[in-house]
């Protein structure tokens, strides 16, 4: 069983930086897109972003393009979130999650797509 663990969420003040990591075991992911959702209370789950199996592609909702990126390095078996600019709308649990489909194209935002998830990090950015 392919178990994330995510670390790297705390407050911050807005205009701030966090960089989120995901650590896999269990197996290697590199056959395995991989992305990043988030929820705040009340709300369901929204995308964020996620990269392909190599790292060479990219897709950001549009609520963060330009502030965060998504990168991974799949000899350590991790993926990263690195969050510029934060504002307090992104205050929310976030989680890591894996593709079921290895070498899935193109890539999924549908939470249903992914068939592993780590167990969230609390990011909060105060006003």
């Known amino acids: 069983q392919v178990q994330l663990v995510e670390s790297g969420g705390g407050l911050v003040q807005a205009g701030g930086s966090l960089r989120l990591s995901c650590a896999a075991s269990?197996?290697?992911?590199?056959?395995?897109?991989m992305g990043w959702f988030r929820q705040a209370p009340g709300k369901e789950r929204e995308f964020v972003a996620n990269?392909?199996?190599?790292?060479?592609?990219?897709y950001y909702a549009d609520s963060v393009k330009g502030r965060f990126t998504i990168s991974r390095d799949n000899a350590k078996n991790t993926v990263s979130l690195q969050m510029n600019s934060l504002k307090p709308e992104d205050t929310a649990v976030y989680y890591c999650a894996a593709d079921r489909v290895a070498y899935r194209q193109p890539l999924t935002t549908t939470p249903g797509a992914y068939n592993y998830w780590g167990q969230g990090t609390q990011v909060t950015v105060s006003s």
């Open positions: 990269i392909n199996w190599s790292g060479a592609s990219t």
């Open positions: 269990g197996r290697i992911f590199s056959i395995y897109a």
